[in-house]
C-alpha cells in the first residue's frame, strides 16, 4: 500500500485532529498529494492539497480551519484539523499523483490521482 493514512478518532465540536499520510511507500517526490474525505451517502470530495513545490489550496468548508503540510525527511504529510464540525465527520483519505498539482485540471478532484490509502476515520459529535 503506498499510502497509509492515520490520526482519526471521534473528537467533540469544536476539537482538533492531525491526520498523517505515510508516504515512504510512494514513489520518492511526491508531486501532488490531496486529502478528501466522503461521508455515508455522499460523493467523495476534495478537501485540501500540497504540491512538492509548496503550493496548497483548499475547499471553502475548511479554509481557516484546516492546515495541509508536509515533512519531507519522514515522507509524511498532515492535515492539521483545528475546529472541527460534525459535519466534518467522514472517512478521510490521502492520495496523491506523479504530476504537477497545477497541470491538474481540478486538484480538489479525485479524479486526477492514482494512488490512494485505505482511510482513517473521523467523527465529530456535537
Known amino acids: 500500500v503506498p499510502l497509509v493514512e492515520s490520526g482519526g478518532g471521534s473528537v467533540q465540536s469544536g476539537g482538533s485532529l492531525r491526520l498523517s499520510c505515510d508516504a515512504s511507500?510512494?514513489?520518492?517526490?511526491?508531486?501532488?498529494v490531496g486529502w478528501f474525505r466522503q461521508a455515508p451517502g455522499k460523493e467523495r470530495e476534495g478537501v485540501a492539497r500540497?504540491?512538492?513545490?509548496?503550493?496548497?489550496r483548499y475547499a471553502d468548508p475548511v479554509k481557516g480551519r484546516f492546515t495541509i503540510s508536509k515533512d519531507n525527511t519522514k515522507n509524511t504529510v498532515y492535515l492539521q484539523m483545528n475546529s472541527l464540525k460534525p459535519e466534518d465527520s467522514a472517512m478521510y483519505y490521502c492520495?496523491?499523483?506523479?504530476?504537477?498539482?497545477?497541470?491538474?485540471?481540478?486538484?480538489?478532484?479525485?479524479?486526477?490521482?492514482?494512488?490512494w490509502g485505505q482511510g482513517t476515520q473521523v467523527t465529530v459529535s456535537s
Open positions: 500540497l504540491s512538492r513545490t509548496g503550493t496548497f
Open positions: 511507500g510512494y514513489i520518492p517526490g511526491t508531486d501532488c
Open positions: 492520495a496523491a499523483v506523479d504530476v504537477d498539482c497545477e497541470r491538474l485540471r481540478d486538484s480538489l478532484s479525485n479524479v486526477g490521482y492514482k494512488y
